[in-house]
């Protein structure tokens, strides 16, 4: 039944409630999927990396996740959204402006039936969580005022070169293919991680040879956000509630079972126990790979993909890490680089690989963008519109997108750490790390002393702001 005058709020006619343009189907389910993926950060990593960790970085490891989804919301509406998606170019970004009037945010977005609102919340989940993610490689020593710092300038500097380039105008825009994010995210992520690791410096002796989770099951209560949580994440990139999203939601969850269940069976075989923590580790790594191929793959190949996502990246945390002396030199404290960035690489490929024709069309607009077929069907389709050399300048881009994303990451948060140990230290000092949660915040996850007394706070040694500003 139609809507009536008189079934509306006062001075409210049917087409200002409803502008003819919005699909309330797609609407919702976009405004369910970005609630999905802010709830992976908030609460599923203050979870995960406050439970991963020593019950002496448990608060400092929290924080560090939910400060910088608060940060990055600030930085998103005020600047960084029309940086990585604003209609005025500016080389390999957009023109920084705000995206908070209501003018932007209640208007259509360009091509699809949802409003421009809908897209700035969507995308900030997505930037957040990769500031996040990169975070896990720091977690145990970095100085939470460097932290502070960090967020907002890696946002501005690389996350958004990412999204611009491969997602809206930029130069490999129209020949990526990266569903959800495996390159602008979890490629990004896993690298900035492991670079950003390397300049602030490994944990003290203790933590780096002896670093047990303070609470498994909590830990997988974090997990367990981020698993479900995955369905916002990949289910959301087409912008409605339509058959690529089915697809995507379903293939998201059986790369990730496959992965977890191989990674298990890894372990089973070379330790000869399953290990909860590993679990979780392949979990991940499914997460990650299917991501930028979860909508436009049979089903068939994201299990495939699951099968390489619990393998490869077991290899290279499990043995390939601690025989190398170049990853042993780099204190990355939950192995980002392993879960996020091999995975994610791995996954990049086997998009260009496994990518079916007709799911490509459906996704991406082939009027404007030339994504070509993955190499395998470009070998064996019967179809005479699809060619082999379209399948090897597919993988071809997917392998230079891969270079320009991870080059672009080593530099800018190299620049971006060198600029802020000059004004605060990047890690605490050595009697701080010994302390942890205490010295850094006052405050301790369990209160272990007896009705609710506790020891007085141990007073931080670590400079917080720089000698310059502080009162003599």
Same mark, same amino acid.
């Given at each position: 039944?139609?809507?009536?005058?008189?079934?509306?709020?006062?001075?409210?006619?049917?087409?200002?409630?409803?502008?003819?343009?919005?699909?309330?189907?797609?609407?919702?389910?976009?405004?369910?999927?970005?609630?999905?993926?802010?709830?992976?950060?908030?609460?599923?990593?203050?979870?995960?990396?406050?439970?991963?960790?020593?019950?002496?970085?448990?608060?400092?490891?929290?924080?560090?996740?939910?400060?910088?989804?608060?940060?990055?919301?600030?930085?998103?509406?005020?600047?960084?959204?029309?940086?990585?998606?604003?209609?005025?170019?500016?080389?390999?970004?957009?023109?920084?402006?705000?995206?908070?009037?209501?003018?932007?945010?209640?208007?259509?977005?360009?091509?699809?039936?949802?409003?421009?609102?809908?897209?700035?919340?969507?995308?900030?989940?997505?930037?957040?969580?990769?500031?996040?993610?990169?975070?896990?490689?720091?977690?145990?020593?970095?100085?939470?005022?460097?932290?502070?710092?960090?967020?907002?300038?890696?946002?501005?500097?690389?996350?958004?070169?990412?999204?611009?380039?491969?997602?809206?105008?930029?130069?490999?825009?129209?020949?990526?293919?990266?569903?959800?994010?495996?390159?602008?995210?979890?490629?990004?992520?896993?690298?900035?991680?492991?670079?950003?690791?390397?300049?602030?410096?490994?944990?003290?002796?203790?933590?780096?040879?002896?670093?047990?989770?303070?609470?498994?099951? $909590?830990?997988? *209560?974090? &997990? !367990?956000? @981020?698993?479900?949580?995955? +369905? %916002?994440?990949?289910?959301?990139?087409? /912008?409605?509630?339509?058959?690529?999203?089915?697809?995507?939601?379903?293939?998201?969850?059986?790369?990730?079972?496959?992965?977890?269940?191989?990674?298990?069976?890894?372990?089973?075989?070379?330790?000869?126990?399953?290990?909860?923590?590993?679990?979780?580790?392949?979990?991940?790594?499914?997460?990650?790979?299917?991501?930028?191929?979860?909508?436009?793959?049979?089903?068939?190949?994201?299990?495939?993909?699951?099968?390489?996502?619990?393998?490869?990246?077991?290899?290279?945390?499990?043995?390939?890490?601690?025989?190398?002396?170049?990853?042993?030199?780099?204190?990355?404290?939950?192995?980002?680089? $392993?879960?996020? *960035?091999? &995975? !994610?690489? @791995?996954?990049?490929?086997? +998009? %260009?690989?496994?990518?079916?024709?007709? /799911?490509?069309?459906?996704?991406?607009?082939?009027?404007?963008?030339?994504?070509?077929?993955?190499?395998?069907?470009?070998?064996?389709?019967?179809?005479?519109?699809?060619?082999?050399?379209?399948?090897?300048?597919?993988?071809?881009?997917?392998?230079?997108?891969?270079?320009?994303?991870?080059?672009?990451?080593?530099?800018?948060?190299?620049?971006?750490?060198?600029?802020?140990?000059?004004?605060?230290?990047?890690?605490?000092?050595?009697?701080?790390?010994?302390?942890?949660?205490?010295?850094?915040?006052?405050?301790?996850?369990?209160?272990?002393?007896?009705?609710?007394?506790?020891?007085?706070?141990?007073?931080?040694?670590?400079?917080?702001?720089?000698?310059?500003?502080?009162?003599?």
């Amino acid at each position: 039944m139609s809507e009536t005058v008189d079934s509306l709020p006062s001075g409210l006619l049917p087409d200002e409630a409803s502008p003819d343009w919005l699909n309330k189907g797609d609407n919702a389910w976009q405004l369910t999927a970005a609630a999905l993926v802010g709830l992976q950060s908030v609460p599923g990593l203050v979870i995960l990396y406050g439970s991963m960790v020593k019950k002496k970085w448990a608060v400092n490891s929290a924080f560090m996740a939910l400060y910088a989804f608060a940060a990055v919301l600030i930085c998103w509406v005020t600047w960084a959204h029309q940086l990585s998606f604003g209609d005025q170019k500016m080389g390999i970004m957009g023109r920084p402006n705000v995206a908070v009037t209501q003018k932007y945010l209640l208007e259509k977005h360009p091509n699809k039936m949802i409003p421009e609102a809908d897209y700035v919340f969507y995308q900030f989940v997505f930037a957040a969580i990769t500031v996040i993610l990169l975070g896990g490689s720091l977690l145990g020593r970095m100085n939470f005022y460097a932290w502070m710092l960090f967020v907002p300038l890696w946002l501005t500097f690389s996350y958004t070169v990412g999204a611009y380039t491969i997602w809206d105008k930029g130069f490999l825009a129209s020949h990526i293919i990266d569903f959800s994010g495996g390159y602008v995210i979890h490629l990004s992520s896993g690298v900035a991680g492991f670079t950003a690791a390397y300049w602030v410096g490994p944990r003290n002796d203790s933590d780096r040879q002896h670093f047990p989770p303070n609470n498994i099951i $909590h830990m997988l *209560a974090g &997990a !367990g956000f @981020l698993w479900m949580g995955w +369905s %916002g994440f990949n289910g959301g990139s087409p /912008l409605a509630a339509n058959e690529i999203t089915s697809l995507a939601v379903l293939n998201t969850h059986l790369c990730t079972a496959t992965s977890l269940l191989v990674w298990m069976f890894f372990d089973l075989i070379f330790y000869s126990k399953s290990s909860v923590i590993g679990a979780v580790q392949g979990m991940m790594t499914g997460l990650v790979c299917i991501t930028p191929a979860a909508g436009i793959v049979d089903s068939w190949a994201a299990m495939l993909m699951g099968v390489l996502a619990g393998s490869i990246p077991w290899y290279t945390m499990m043995v390939l890490h601690k025989k190398s002396a170049f990853f042993q030199r780099v204190d990355d404290t939950l192995g980002v680089f $392993h879960t996020h *960035a091999v &995975a !994610g690489l @791995l996954g990049g490929l086997s +998009s %260009g690989l496994f990518a079916k024709p007709n /799911l490509v069309n459906l996704f991406y607009n082939l009027e404007s963008s030339e994504q070509g077929p993955g190499l395998l069907y470009s070998i064996v389709s019967q179809n005479e519109s699809v060619h082999f050399k379209d399948g090897i300048k597919q993988m071809g881009y997917q392998l230079f997108g891969a270079m320009f994303i991870a080059v672009w990451n080593v530099v800018v948060t190299s620049l971006v750490c060198i600029f802020v140990g000059r004004i605060v230290n990047l890690k605490m000092l050595e009697d701080d790390l010994e302390i942890g949660d205490d010295a850094v915040h006052g405050e301790e996850a369990y209160a272990l002393w007896g009705d609710g007394q506790r020891h007085p706070p141990l007073r931080s040694l670590t400079p917080k702001i720089p000698a310059f500003l502080r009162r003599t």
